[in-house]
Structure formats: C-alpha cells, structure tokens
C-alpha cells in the first residue's frame, strides 16, 4: 500500500544545530514528495518540492532535502536552527496516477532551545 | 498579491447549529480543496472541486457539504456541528493547466473551529 511516514513525531534541537526530520514513503513508483511547514493557528507553507528533477532541493528558509530512491526517503535538513525554526513540519505525496490526492505524514513537531 | 482566503479566521458555534466557512482565491486556480485539521494531527482532504465537479472523499460524512457558485469562491457548510467536528479548516487551491501531472496545492490560513 502507498503510505508516507515520518520518523519521530517530536524533535528538539539547540539553536544552531543541525534540523533533520525524516520522511519515507512506500511505493513502487516515485512519488512527487513536498514539505510543508505550519505555524501555530496558521496554514501551510511549502518549504520545497521534489518533482522528479534534481535530486537535491533547495527551499525557502535555509532548509533543504534530498531525493534517495534506494531509501525511499526524503529527509528535510537545515545546517543551523534558528528559533523561528519551531513550528510543525509535514511531509506529503501525490502518488503516481493521485493527481489531486496530496497524502500527509502525522507530521513532526520541531522544538528549537537557546 | 495572489492568495488564498479564508474567513472567518475563527468561529465559534452551538452544538447542532448549521455553520458556513468561506474561502475565496485570487490566484484563478480550477481545483479547490476543503481538508480537516484536528489538533496535532495531519490535515484530512474532505472534498475538492475540480471546476464545478464535486469529488467527495469516501469517509467524509454527511454532516459536511460543500459549494462553489463561481471559480473564485468556495464554501463548507457543516450541517449539525458535532463536539468532534471542533478542527482547523483549511481551504487549498491548484491548478492542472499546466503540463505537469501533479497539482500543486496553495493552503490559507484555516479556520479554527470551536464547538459548544
């Protein structure tokens, strides 16, 4: 079955340190893989997006991910967390042939400390 | 700036009383889309519109409807409000004019929802 999972539905992290938040999907197909962040009472924000180009991508806010199709992963990483950092990170699919279908992981909550 | 806008941000009804939630788009997409967001979980896609046909999704019950009288503006009604339909709603926009074969979805700022 086509699922997306994401690894640890918390992370806490110093400010400056590395943010690494997991994402794995199961599917024979590559999927088109988003992250999303949200901030408290707010909508979502796309942070970047893979669509079968490079496999390394670059988004808004410093944060990047990339494309491993040997692991199925997609892993979202900033090399230094700043405060405003803090907020719910999710990752989604569209699946082959789900071409409206946008699938959320349960999400992970990222917490950055002085 | 192109957008998608939802109000109210936040409303407050009665257990059982009908309520409407807005969301209206600048960006001229085709698709609308109406998801679910209960707290610290993942949002729920409710239904969408692909122009003016409505898709409902299997699990989506009864209680919820939803309109769109013209390609900017898109409504969800919920019929009775349950104390377990207190949520976020969030409104998304796409458009498929494009040569992609995946729609990218433009989120607003959601609608909390409080039940009495």
């Known amino acids: 079955a086509q699922s997306v999972t994401q690894l640890g539905s918390h992370v806490s992290v110093s400010e400056g340190a590395l943010v690494l938040l997991r994402c794995n999907y199961s599917?024979?197909?590559?999927?088109?893989l988003f992250w999303y962040v949200q901030y408290p009472n707010q909508g979502l924000q796309l942070l970047l997006k893979y669509t079968s180009a490079a496999t390394l991508v670059k988004g808004i806010n410093g944060f990047e991910a990339e494309f491993k199709k040997s692991e199925t992963s997609f892993h979202l990483t900033k090399p230094s967390a700043h405060m405003s950092d803090a907020a719910e990170y999710f990752c989604a699919v569209i699946f082959s042939g789900g071409y409206n279908k946008l699938i959320f992981g349960a999400g992970t909550r990222l917490a950055v400390h002085p | 700036d192109a957008m998608v806008i939802q109000n109210p941000r936040y409303q407050v009804t009665q257990f059982g009383k009908p309520v409407t939630l807005s969301c209206s788009q600048t960006?001229?997409?085709?698709?609308m889309y109406w998801y679910q967001q209960k707290s610290s979980q993942a949002p729920k896609l409710l239904f969408h519109?692909?122009?003016?046909?409505?898709?409902n999704e299997a699990d989506t019950p009864d209680n919820f409807q939803s309109r769109r009288p013209n390609t900017s503006f898109c409504f969800l009604d919920i019929r009775s409000p349950g104390l377990g339909d207190a949520a976020m709603y969030l409104c998304?926009?796409?458009?498929?004019?494009?040569?992609?074969?995946?729609?990218?979805?433009?989120f607003g700022p959601g609608t909390r929802l409080t039940v009495l």
């Open positions: 599917s024979s197909v590559p999927p088109y």
């Open positions: 960006l001229n997409h085709n698709v």
């Open positions: 519109y692909y122009d003016k046909d409505f898709n």
């Open positions: 998304a926009t796409s458009s498929d004019e494009g040569t992609t074969s995946y729609n990218e979805q433009f």
